[in-house]
């Protein structure tokens, strides 16, 4: 079995930051693309940023200035550093994964559980 869990979601005044990780741990062979989104109740999920195995990555637009996507293949970790947070940045923010397991040949799409960040005015 594959997994991803997250930490880091909490509470946070409004200008501050925060940093989330999310840890992939399981049969693995392989990670590639990492991906972090986000979803306020009763809206679209919205993709945040993602970044591939190599470090290339691609932001929401009007994300870009605020918030920071980075990896340890090592750890087979992705993280996101959101800076100058926003009360309307509150939503829980999940992060995906194509990971292929141990002896299996395709890639696989994996989420994890989410976790909720709140940003107070």
């Known amino acids: 079995q594959v997994q991803l869990v997250e930490s880091g979601g909490g509470l946070v005044q409004a200008g501050g930051s925060l940093r989330l990780s999310c840890a992939a741990s399981?049969?693995?062979?392989?990670?590639?693309?990492m991906a972090w989104l986000r979803q306020v109740p009763g809206k679209e999920r919205e993709l945040v940023a993602t970044i591939n195995t190599v470090g290339t990555t691609n932001y929401a637009d009007s994300l870009k200035a605020r918030f920071a996507i980075s990896r340890d293949n090592a750890k087979n970790t992705v993280f996101l550093e959101m800076n100058s947070l926003e009360p309307e940045d509150t939503a829980v923010y999940y992060c995906?994964?194509?990971?292929?397991?141990?002896?299996?040949?395709?890639?696989?799409?994996?989420w994890g559980q989410g976790t909720l960040v709140t940003v107070s005015s």
């Open positions: 995906n994964a194509h990971i292929q397991m141990i002896g299996m040949p395709t890639y696989r799409q994996v």
């Open positions: 399981g049969s693995i062979s392989r990670v590639a693309t």
